[in-house]
């Protein structure tokens, strides 16, 4: 089956980290593309209707300064004056500007009469003339003529260059002999003019977003270092404590040994020895046929059962079989027991039945706290009494040990925890457990308290022993 990819700590770190960066600099970029890309336009739109309005203006003084160069010949004449029309197709024709520039003049049946720059058009008739775009020109023309005047705007070659261009015209009409008289510009330069503003926006918005993009990545870089030093330093800690924790590890470990050794040799040591010299000396009496050889036996016999039972002892301290067989309520009864008897401390003992049963590591972890505490109580605190109590609750267990002692000296809490107390605070760690420890001048009292996780099912209570 395959296996799904799973992120570590130090990568959820790093995703939780940049992810809303990526996505706060992809907003700001896009809305600043977005507003800068509206304000051009608007300025760009503006900039367009300004030199389009220019051209309008032009447009509208050049054909005023053409109608007043044959006005003369216009006013006077009739309708049907032949000569005066001749008169101002020939003023008009010879009235170019620029390379482009010129009048024409169209009647209103379509037939042209003035096109100096482009005299193909000059005598035909262009009714229902359309741009390459489908945009009428002489139709409207005559139109916009026939109602006064007025701008169109359409596709037309450009005689310079013989390029189709885009062109506004102005137009106006001589009623008396039917005539579209008018005037165009080419606004290609307009154009172009506009079409460089926009690519020039364009290559700003692009530009920003790379500054966005460099700034991004500089702030991704940084945290993407700030993430290894971090790590690098957290693995340097954890080192560390692991090299801490390793080097407690052989400390509990050598004391207790020692501690054990010191109980086999202050205590089965002494005994078998004695029980050596007393069975040595039965032997010499019972070779000397003295009756007191008996006595010497009887004296080695209780010495080997003071020996058991001080093995017997040690055990129990190393790993109280009573905790596996019956449980940890008698186990720390024992504990209890055995802690009055042999430093008489009074010593009381509370325990409440468990609905639920704690699991096996719970149960080490709550025995090896209290046989901690106690032999805390017995080597420093000179108490006069003792109360452990264990009960469970809806949160998980509880071991509460409290004794009326001195409490920890000031010193001892200003050089730092000691070693059983640690020893303490990691069992319970380990767990998912806390560790509470309240010290005053009149007693201490530790509460150690293992979740509710601990807690066995209770179709599996049945099968152990009662706490």
């Known amino acids: 089956m395959r296996r799904a990819y799973r992120l570590s700590y130090g990568q959820k770190i790093f995703v939780l980290a940049t992810v809303p960066l990526v996505v706060a600099v992809a907003a700001i970029a896009l809305l600043v593309a977005h507003q800068s890309r509206a304000l051009s336009e608007r300025e760009i739109a503006a900039l367009e209707s300004q030199l389009i309005d220019a051209k309008k203006a032009e447009l509208r003084n050049y054909l005023t300064i053409a109608k007043k160069s044959f006005y003369d010949v216009y006013g006077p004449a009739l309708p049907d004056d032949a000569a005066a029309k001749l008169k101002a197709t020939q003023t008009l024709s010879s009235m170019t500007y620029g390379n482009d520039g010129y009048f024409f003049v169209f009647d209103y049946d379509g037939t042209n009469l003035v096109a100096p720059r482009q005299t193909g058009l000059i005598n035909r008739n262009w009714a229902g003339l359309r741009d390459v775009e489908g945009t009428p020109v002489t139709d409207r023309l ?145 070779m000397a046929g003295d009756a007191r050889a008996s006595e010497n036996i009887g004296k080695s016999i209780e010495g080997l059962n003071g020996a058991i039972q001080e093995v017997r002892r040690i055990s129990r301290d190393l790993r109280p079989g009573v905790l596996d067989d019956l449980g940890l309520g008698p186990a720390l009864q024992t504990l209890t027991d055995e802690f009055e008897r042999r430093t008489g401390v009074r010593t009381h003992f509370k325990t409440v039945v468990f609905r639920n049963r704690l699991d096996k590591d719970a149960k080490i972890a709550l025995y ?43 010193e001892a809490r200003a050089a730092g925890t000691g070693l059983g107390i640690r020893n303490m605070q990691e069992r319970m760690e380990r767990l998912g457990g806390t560790l509470r420890i309240l010290s005053t001048a009149s007693g201490t009292t530790i509460e150690a308290q293992v979740p509710l996780t601990h807690m066995l099912p209770p179709e599996q209570t049945r099968k152990v022993p009662a706490e």
């Open 142 to 286: 005559i139109e916009l003529a026939r109602m006064g005047g007025g701008y169109h705007s359409y596709l037309w070659e450009k005689p310079s260059t013989g390029e189709t261009a885009r062109m506004i015209t102005y137009v106006t009409g001589l009623q008396d002999w039917r005539w579209a008289i008018g005037t165009g510009v080419f606004i290609d330069d307009v154009l172009d003019g506009v079409a460089a503003a926009r690519a020039t926006t364009e290559a700003r918005v692009q530009r920003t977003f790379l500054w966005i993009g460099a700034i991004a990545f500089g702030a991704l870089l940084l945290v993407f270092l700030t993430g290894i030093f971090l790590n690098i330093r957290e693995r340097r800690l954890a080192d560390a404590k692991l090299k801490e924790l390793t080097q407690r590890i052989f400390d509990t470990q050598e004391e207790e040994r020692g501690r054990v050794a010191r109980e086999l040799h202050d205590s089965i040591s002494q005994i078998l020895v004695a029980v050596r010299y007393a069975l040595e000396l039965a032997a010499r009496r019972v």
């Open 368 to 410: 090896r706290i209290a046989q901690e505490a106690l032999t805390n109580v017995e080597r420093h605190s000179e108490a006069s009494q003792v109360s452990l109590e264990v009960f469970g609750h809806s949160s998980g267990a509880t071991l509460r040990i409290s004794d009326d002692g001195r409490g920890i000296a000031p």
